[in-house]
């Protein structure tokens, strides 16, 4: 394996893409690419797309609460 001082950094470096499309980053929309972009991940996040698995079992109020949600957007 090579010594570590020979890594030429220049290969290292790279800018970060959008983390929506992967087109260049805009340090406005940061780290997104455009307004489209960070609200679709907004979208993502309100929607629960990003959502981490559980084993837990949810308390009744929980329950509740997803019931009350499931029929305000069926009324919708």
């Known amino acids: 394996m ?4 020979t890594f030429d950094k220049k290969k ?11 087109k260049p980053m ?4 940061r780290p997104f690419c455009s307004d489209r972009c ?3 991940d907004l979208g993502r996040w309100l929607g629960g797309d990003y959502r981490l698995q559980s084993n ?3 308390d009744e109020a929980e329950l509740l609460d997803l ?10």
């Open 2 to 5: 090579g010594d570590i001082s």
């Open 67 to 76: 019931a009350r949600a499931m029929e305000e957007r069926k009324e919708r």
């Open 26 to 29: 805009v340090t406005e929309f």
């Open 56 to 58: 837990e079992v949810p």
């Open 38 to 40: 960070k609200t679709i």
């Open 12 to 22: 290292r470096k790279r800018k970060a893409g959008c983390a929506i499309c992967g």
